[in-house]
């Protein structure tokens, strides 16, 4: 099976912008959760999709948003950049139903703003 | 409320030796707990996960580790370091109710000197 893609790996953008991260999960998961990643905070959770449906949402302002489609995929969209959104964005997506089921991560996007 | 506490910021460890990365865990419900590595500039792997039943987990690359009920904690391990196991490590911990959300430690640098 493949794995986690995302699209694009890197990315600049400078501080106004809006940006779109795609992220394409393993064939048949369906849960799509998106992490931040910044050495100062570590890990932190956006969303989380599940049949076009935001089930978990973690404590972002409304800038960042997402959306997930019928074959799964899912994009994330942040509007009006800041410096401080320079980050990893990761994406993972597992199969549900089974509280075990590990998380699959993707290789990430790079997203650096100026 | 659920959380995980990774103690230490770095382990330092000589090749050949045994080394622990420290994983404390708070969760409502059975705990479902997860290890993650890091590589630079990529995305999580899973290591391994513990479910349920015996307390010691084998997983990828030689690494294990022990759950301790008693003292909340999950401790990964491995009985001889490689330069190689040089990387990030992510503890992780499912909600015991609402399945649908991970919780991540802040991380620990493992560092393994030759």
């Known amino acids: 099976k493949a794995g986690v893609t995302q699209t694009p790996r890197y990315l600049i953008k400078t501080r106004g912008q809006q940006v779109t991260l795609s992220c394409s999960p393993i064939?048949?998961?369906?849960?799509v959760s998106w992490y931040q990643q910044t050495p100062g905070q570590g890990l932190q959770f956006l969303f989380e999709?599940?049949?076009?449906?935001?089930?978990n949402k973690g404590n972002f302002p409304g800038r960042f948003s997402g959306r997930q489609f019928s074959n799964s995929r899912s994009e994330m969209n942040v509007s009006t950049l800041e410096l401080g959104d320079s980050a990893l964005y990761l994406c993972?997506?597992?199969?549900?139903?089974?509280?075990?089921?590990?998380?699959?991560f993707g290789p990430g996007t790079r997203l650096t703003v100026l | 409320a659920q959380s995980v506490a990774q103690p230490e910021d770095q382990v330092n460890v000589a090749e050949g030796n045994p080394l622990t990365v420290k994983c404390t865990y708070s969760v409502s419900g059975n705990p479902y707990l997860f290890w993650y590595v890091q590589y630079p500039n990529r995305g999580l792997q899973f290591l391994l996960k513990?479910?349920?039943?015996?307390?010691l987990v084998k997983g990828s690359y030689g690494f294990e580790a022990e759950f301790n009920k008693s003292q909340t904690s999950f401790h990964l391990k491995k009985p001889s370091a490689l330069v190689s196991d040089s990387a990030l490590y992510f503890c992780a911990v499912r909600d015991g109710k609402d399945f649908n959300k991970f919780y991540f430690g802040s991380g620990t640098k493992l560092n393994v000197k030759p």
């Open positions: 999709y599940f049949s076009e449906t935001q089930r």
């Open positions: 064939s048949g998961h369906r849960s």
């Open positions: 513990y479910i349920t039943g015996d307390n």
């Open positions: 993972a997506s597992s199969s549900p139903g089974q509280p075990y089921n590990e998380q699959f």
